[in-house]
Nanobody, 128 residues
Framework: VQLQASGGGLVQPGGSLILSCAASGVTLDFPDVPAIGWFRQAPGKEREGISCLSNLNEITHYADSVKGRFTISRDADKKTVYLQMNNLRPEDTGRYFC???????????????????WGQGTLVTVSS
């Protein structure tokens, strides 16, 4: 499964940004891709799952650090997944990756897993 994350950039604290994750050759839907999520790697920190979506039942899971500010969604043709990021903070700075789970449909499990299929990600910098 080939996924391409895009939409990163420089944004001021309090600003918003939308990241996109586009699929090629596959539909982001159950059973091809049971779950999909956004992971983040902040400078000097390990990668963490921050927003995940089950394509089976559309249940979402968010890390406490982004809950209430970030929203994961999927477009109607199920080819693109988005991450709407509002009220951005400097600690949101990092490289963001979209990651599929090809085996399980739990959004919670995906966000708490250690995926190996990362891709290049997209860089988000929150700074004034």
């Amino acid at each position: 499964v080939q996924l391409q994350a895009s939409g990163g950039g420089l944004v001021q604290p309090g600003g918003s940004l939308i990241l996109s994750c586009a699929a090629s050759g596959v539909t982001l839907d159950f059973p091809d891709v049971p779950a999909i999520g956004w992971f983040r790697q902040a400078p000097g920190k390990e990668r963490e799952g921050i927003s995940c979506l089950s394509n089976l039942n559309e249940i979402t899971h968010y890390a406490d650090s982004v809950k209430g500010r970030f929203t994961i969604s999927r477009d109607a043709d199920k080819k693109t997944v988005y991450l709407q990021m509002n009220n951005l903070r400097p600690e949101d700075t990092g490289r963001y990756f979209c990651v599929p789970d090809l085996s399980h449909s739990s959004s919670y499990a995906l966000c708490n897993s250690r995926p190996t299929n990362w891709g290049q990600g997209t860089l988000v910098t929150v700074s004034s």
